[in-house]
């Protein structure tokens, strides 16, 4: 009796990591990037934005980021990379073409440590993620999926516009004021719940800004006549 032909064996899929979501405060902290090119470019250009003190080791580097160190933003050291170049950092990217380079930036890492797109070799991962102003929404699909993430963050950049950037402005100056001004704690409460509600967020996004504005300084002005 002839054998039956076997099928290719199914590939059992690796579970993928189970990741803590944090927002990293890198003021002032020493953060280095090794590589100098357009993935490299991204990853600086958001980390300026934080207030790091950002170093790029790399023997080129784009025309953005000149004008970036030009402007005395950053700082560059113009050569291949050596391991000393991770000397009390914070926070390191590894964002080069090379493979053995983006190793070696991984073993000799002693901190916060992300190879771009190779999850294996980091001990962190960074979401794909947009911005309003203060407002920050990160995806992350546990690195199963960043094409994924990325039509996520698309889809969530047409739902909050631009408004909730303006309108965040106005809850800070007004959520200080009630902080000093309404003195009842559960008043006080009750009114920074109502500001954010779904109902003021349903306000946000059908009448827009100034209409969301009127409708919570008409809520601050009713919680101090109570």
């Given at each position: ?98 493979r053995d380079v983006n ?87 009750g009114f920074l719940k ?33």
């Amino acid at each position: 009796m002839k054998d039956k032909k076997q099928g290719p064996k199914a590939v059992k899929a690796k579970a993928c990591n189970t990741y803590y979501p944090a927002f990293i405060d890198l003021e002032n902290k020493k953060t280095v990037i090794v590589g100098g090119g357009k993935i490299a470019e991204r990853k600086i250009l958001g980390l300026l934005d934080t207030g790091a003190k950002v170093t790029v080791v790399s023997p080129g580097i784009t025309k953005r980021i000149e004008r970036e160190k030009q402007k005395g933003r950053l700082r560059h050291i113009c050569r291949a990379y050596r391991k000393s170049d991770l000397k009390e950092a914070f926070l390191v990217i590894a964002a080069t073409d090379d493979r053995d380079v983006n190793e070696r930036v991984s073993r000799d890492a002693p901190c916060l440590v992300n190879v771009v797109d190779v999850p294996k070799l980091c001990n962190f991962i960074v979401p794909s993620s947009m911005q309003r102003g203060p407002l920050t929404i990160a995806i992350s699909t546990g690195g199963v999926s960043p094409a994924l993430a990325r039509s996520l963050r698309k889809e969530l950049e047409k739902i909050y516009g631009c408004e909730f950037s303006s309108y965040l402005k106005t809850l800070q100056k007004i959520r200080a004021q009630a902080m000093t001004m309404i003195k009842d704690g559960k008043k006080r409460a009750g009114f920074l719940k109502a500001v954010a509600s779904e109902n003021m967020l349903k306000l946000l996004k059908e009448k827009g800004c100034s209409e969301a504005k009127k409708a919570a300084k008409g809520l601050f002005n009713s919680y101090m006549a109570k």
